[in-house]
């Protein structure tokens, strides 16, 4: 039994060091074009441009950054689908974008018509409001809601007005929600006193230490790591987990030892906190979070086929 | 006898032409959500409302022009002068954008035909001399070309100014920028 383990153990390792050894095999065969579903200047633009900076630094590749924005990271993806498989097309998006985004914009695309090659960090979404108006958590919230109050909810994506308005129907309370561009639109809603609660995605971290803004839920299946007494959306009867996921892509396809140097590549940058890419995600959402593989086309591809039960859920 | 102008009645038969396709094909085709729509249990405004809005006083536009401008004393002639122009104009233009977008990789495809192993225009798109080459040559065609049409003769003059514009723009936007692609290249 023990020399099977060993056997065992040897094998995986081999079978470990041989896909290391192709990864690192791997260069492009030529320059890199880095598509970018967020705005320039934003802070997910910057993370991506950083990443790449410290690629070109570390391993010679040369990276083309360029903006493909619209419609929740898909207009990204529906440019790339049909773009060469060899490694010299990436895209940075979130998990959204092939999940409930390319769902809901019907365009014949799903997750497998794309190579996923890793997350680089898990945004912390909260529920958020500011602290002077006296609500602790997302309870306080739902009784000022009962008691007559209208509530203004701010989202910055439709999944997220879905899942707002779902958790209101679950508590018997009706949001007014606002839709807006981006996490920071909601941050100013909130502190301008045009929304009373919205969602965040980590932009609250320096407002709740300061004491400015109260985190009153998590909205992701896990505690905040700012306030982890903050309770969980699921406890307010719903199922689905709002957490934002940044991550690379690819169109399908691509060659293994491609997907595998590139997720290798990217990991090490931004696990590295000495690199500004790596000292930023620290800053932002507490470290990185790498999801690669065959473990990250699983969860893009559950993500997707969600879709289908919360737009059933919300249309009810 | 004079022939009667018509401008605003061909003018307004292509607006209401447009907007009717757009009406009943373009917009169907292309959006997906309805004028209104029911989201989250409220009403809102669709996708389609807006596209919709707009090739409706298209439609307008084009009926008034042809019920009640058609006859208007003070409408533009059509005549052929102009509308030649035009057209040449937009035809250098197309050669021009087609030059730029092709010289390139046809290039790398005759060099192909002597090397041993074959390139590919896209790898190669950041490298000098090659990311040059549709640049150079479609930009030149396209300031030499409508300076020439312009003027109405073709002088060297015009293939000089033509030179400096497009090396002006490399200078500016090319050669300062590690990661910023001259056209074509950035679509290739």
Not at chain 1, 267 to 284: F, H, Q, W, Y
Request: glycine share 10%.
């Amino acid at each position: 039994m023990r020399n099977l383990l060993k056997m065992a153990a040897t094998a995986v390792l081999g079978m470990a060091l041989t896909t290391s050894a192709h990864a690192q095999d791997w260069t492009p065969p030529g320059p890199i074009k880095l598509m970018i579903a967020f705005a320039a200047g934003g802070g997910a633009d910057t993370q991506a441009r950083l990443i790449s900076e410290e690629l070109e630094a570390r391993l010679g590749w040369q990276f083309l950054p360029e903006q493909v924005t619209g419609k929740g990271g898909v207009n990204l993806l529906n440019a790339m689908k049909s773009e060469a498989n060899d490694g010299t097309v990436i895209g940075m998006v979130v998990a959204e974008s092939v999940g409930y985004n390319l769902y809901t914009a019907d365009i014949g695309l799903s997750p497998a018509d794309f190579t996923m090659i890793t997350t680089t960090a898990g945004a912390q979404m909260g529920i958020v409001s500011k602290s002077d108006k006296g609500w602790n958590s997302l309870h306080d919230v739902m009784d000022a809601a009962k008691a007559g109050e209208e509530i203004r909810f701010g989202v910055m994506s439709p999944r997220l007005g879905d899942l707002a308005y779902l958790m209101g129907q679950a508590n018997g309370v009706d949001f007014n929600i606002i839709t807006v561009r981006g996490g920071r639109a909601v941050l100013n809603g909130v502190n301008a006193g045009d929304m009373d609660v919205g969602f965040m995605a980590g932009i609250q971290g320096g407002g709740v230490a300061a004491g400015d803004l109260v985190n009153l839920a998590s909205a992701m299946a896990k505690p905040l790591n700012q306030t982890p007494d903050a309770p969980l959306m699921s406890e307010f009867g719903i199922d689905f987990d709002g957490e934002a996921m940044f991550m690379f892509a690819g169109p399908a396809g691509m060659p293994d030892e491609a997907r595998d140097a590139l997720a290798s590549a990217i990991a090490d940058v931004v696990s590295d906190e000495n690199t500004k890419a790596g000292a930023l995600i620290k800053r932002a959402f507490g470290g990185p979070l790498l999801i690669q593989g065959d473990d990250l086309s699983a969860l893009t591809q559950k993500g997707f086929d969600e879709s289908s039960v919360l737009l059933e859920a919300v249309s009810q | 006898m004079k022939k009667p102008v018509r401008a605003n009645l061909y003018l307004g038969l292509v607006c209401v032409l447009f907007a009717v396709l757009t009406l009943t094909v373009w917009i169907p085709l292309d959006v997906k959500s309805g004028i209104l729509e029911k989201v989250r249990g409220r009403m809102s405004i669709g996708d389609a409302l807006a596209p919709t809005v707009a090739a409706s006083f298209i439609l307008l536009g084009g009926f008034l022009l042809v019920l009640f401008e058609r006859k208007a004393s003070d409408q533009p002639a059509l005549t052929l002068k102009p509308t030649l122009f035009i057209g040449r104009l937009v035809l250098l233009f197309a050669v021009a954008i087609l030059l730029m977008r092709l010289l390139g990789p046809w290039t790398v495809a005759f060099t192909n035909l002597f090397a041993a192993e074959p390139q590919e225009y896209r790898l190669l798109r950041v490298y000098f001399p090659w990311k040059y080459i549709g640049f150079v040559s479609g930009g030149l065609l396209l300031v030499a070309g409508v300076i020439t049409l312009v003027e109405r003769r073709f002088t060297w003059r015009a293939v000089l100014t033509g030179v400096l514009v497009v090396m002006l723009m490399i200078l500016f936007y090319d050669l300062p920028f590690d990661d910023l692609l001259l056209p074509p290249n950035g679509d290739v």
